[in-house]
């Protein structure tokens, strides 16, 4: 067995525990100044919006020298020497292919003096230079759209959840956890200084529904073991929801990994092999988005879940149940001298353990496997069967 798989087999018997719920204020603040990170990037930069959105006149001209990088420049003089009001956007697509962006342009004048500008300078016929004029309604009504096919989505998703989960906070941790990776994602993308294509737009509802998934395999996690939990006196709400953390979380890097490879793939390859293009668009968004949701679905969404479970009267009266039970068999311990009484046993065997696991020792991360109490098992001692042998056989 891998050295991964033994540790998720660990983490998933309760044999190894990491506390993520105990130190939630930690990741809280991790959150918070991620966030504050990515909305000061929004303030200062902004949403650098392509053309689609902005509107505007776009050229595609062919490069035969097949060194396309090396003409943005110049290409960026000859259009600007025509007297456009605002420089031109030049980028590479590939080695051998340029895009040219220029404000909106009026089709019988304006265009043909650019093409002609494109052309001399590239050296191709003006008939090579392809060009499409795009107006800003048209990227207006897309943003529209998407902000009501997002509002419409985070509704459904909430009551999609709390008719699954049947448990209302549930459907916030997830919606909040939700909302934090978006705010990542559009916040890093400003910072980077990416333009915000139709391609964003449809990789930042694709991250909606990854975010979610991810969240929900916790959940389901945690109302297993969580089912029964309020009569009980052994764990908490919060130490049942930290034991489904573990479980999960060997699956969630997994998944993560799994996911992100290909995406981060795809991002170098748009980046620094197609240049500017929908799969650089596509794959940044996701990329962000990914990394964002295994992220909040451990140190957000299950921290969040637990500080409003433990808001309810059963939780409360539950966690004094639990703090007396511990108080009470470190009192007996200290009276006798470590030893457990025989009584405690079978009070012991009636808890249940979260989810109906048989209950385990669980040792922290960074503490040596059965360095505490316990007891080194004692050798039998051979019997004399001499003794018992009948006399006069060998």
Same mark, same amino acid.
């Given at each position: 067995?891998?050295?991964?798989?033994?540790?998720?087999?660990?983490? %998933?018997?309760?044999?190894?525990?990491?506390?993520?719920?105990?130190?939630?204020?930690?990741? %809280?603040?991790?959150?918070?100044?991620?966030?504050?990170?990515?909305?000061?990037?929004?303030?200062?930069?902004?949403?650098?919006? +392509?053309?689609?959105?902005?509107?505007?006149?776009?050229?595609?001209? $062919?490069?035969?020298?097949?060194?396309?990088?090396?003409?943005?420049?110049?290409?960026?003089?000859?259009?600007?020497?025509?007297?456009?009001?605002?420089?031109?956007?030049?980028?590479?697509?590939?080695?051998?292919?340029?895009?040219?962006?220029?404000?909106?342009?009026?089709?019988?004048?304006?265009?043909?003096?650019?093409?002609?500008?494109?052309?001399?300078?590239?050296?191709?016929?003006?008939?090579?230079?392809?060009?499409?004029?795009? @107006? $800003?309604?048209?990227?207006?009504?897309?943003?529209?759209?998407?902000?009501?096919?997002?509002?419409?989505?985070?509704?459904?998703?909430?009551?999609?959840?709390?008719?699954?989960?049947?448990?209302?906070?549930? +459907?916030?941790?997830?919606?909040?956890?939700?909302?934090?990776?978006? &705010?990542?994602?559009?916040?890093?993308?400003?910072?980077?200084?990416?333009?915000?294509?139709?391609?964003?737009?449809?990789?930042?509802?694709?991250?909606?529904? %990854?975010?979610?998934?991810?969240?929900?395999?916790?959940?389901?996690?945690?109302?297993?073991?969580?089912? @029964?939990?309020?009569?009980?006196?052994?764990?908490?709400?919060?130490?049942?929801?930290?034991?489904?953390?573990?479980?999960?979380? &060997?699956?969630?890097?997994?998944?993560?990994?799994?996911?992100?490879?290909?995406?981060?793939?795809?991002?170098?390859?748009?980046?620094?092999?197609?240049?500017?293009?929908?799969?650089?668009?596509?794959?940044?968004?996701?990329?962000?988005?990914?990394?964002?949701?295994? %992220?909040?679905?451990?140190?957000? /969404?299950?921290?969040?879940?637990?500080?409003?479970?433990?808001?309810?009267?059963?939780? *409360?009266?539950? #966690?004094?149940?639990?703090?007396? #039970?511990?108080?009470?068999?470190?009192?007996?311990?200290?009276?006798?001298?470590? *030893?457990?009484?025989?009584?405690?046993?079978?009070?012991?065997?009636?808890?249940?353990?979260?989810?109906? /696991?048989?209950?385990?020792?669980?040792?922290?991360? @960074?503490?040596?496997?059965?360095?505490? +109490?316990?007891?080194?098992?004692?050798?039998?001692?051979?019997?004399?069967?001499?003794?018992?042998?009948?006399?006069?056989?060998?």
């Amino acid at each position: 067995m891998s050295r991964l798989g033994e540790l998720g087999h660990k983490l %998933y018997t309760g044999e190894v525990s990491i506390d993520f719920i105990k130190r939630r204020k930690t990741w %809280y603040l991790v959150s918070v100044a991620i966030i504050v990170i990515s909305v000061g990037g929004l303030w200062l930069r902004g949403v650098d919006f +392509s053309i689609e959105f902005r509107g505007g006149a776009d050229f595609q001209a $062919p490069v035969s020298t097949n060194n396309a990088n090396e003409r943005i420049a110049e290409v960026r003089e000859a259009v600007a020497e025509t007297g456009l009001a605002e420089e031109p956007i030049v980028t590479a697509v590939g080695n051998n292919r340029l895009d040219i962006q220029t404000p909106p342009l009026d089709a019988t004048e304006g265009v043909p003096k650019i093409r002609q500008a494109i052309a001399d300078e590239l050296g191709v016929a003006e008939e090579d230079v392809n060009y499409s004029l795009i @107006g $800003p309604s048209w990227g207006g009504q897309i943003t529209a759209k998407a902000l009501q096919a997002l509002g419409v989505f985070l509704v459904l998703v909430m009551g999609v959840i709390w008719l699954y989960f049947r448990e209302w906070r549930m +459907s916030v941790a997830a919606i909040v956890a939700l909302i934090h990776d978006l &705010v990542i994602t559009v916040g890093i993308y400003a910072l980077i200084g990416f333009e915000v294509t139709p391609a964003t737009v449809i990789g930042v509802l694709t991250i909606l529904g %990854y975010s979610l998934y991810d969240t929900v395999v916790v959940f389901d996690k945690v109302r297993e073991n969580t089912r @029964g939990l309020a009569s009980s006196s052994r764990v908490t709400y919060s130490d049942a929801a930290n034991l489904a953390v573990n479980q999960t979380l &060997v699956r969630s890097i997994n998944t993560s990994i799994i996911a992100l490879l290909p995406v981060a793939g795809i991002l170098f390859i748009g980046t620094f092999v197609l240049g500017a293009g929908t799969l650089k668009d596509l794959s940044l968004a996701l990329f962000i988005g990914l990394a964002a949701g295994t %992220y909040s679905s451990i140190f957000t /969404a299950t921290p969040l879940l637990c500080d409003l479970k433990e808001r309810e009267p059963a939780m *409360k009266a539950l #966690r004094r149940r639990v703090e007396q #039970r511990q108080q009470s068999d470190a009192a007996k311990a200290g009276l006798t001298g470590g *030893k457990k009484p025989s009584g405690d046993a079978a009070d012991e065997a009636a808890d249940e353990a979260p989810g109906g /696991a048989e209950p385990r020792p669980a040792v922290k991360v @960074g503490q040596a496997p059965g360095s505490g +109490s316990r007891t080194q098992p004692q050798r039998k001692t051979r019997s004399t069967r001499s003794s018992r042998r009948p006399k006069g056989r060998r």
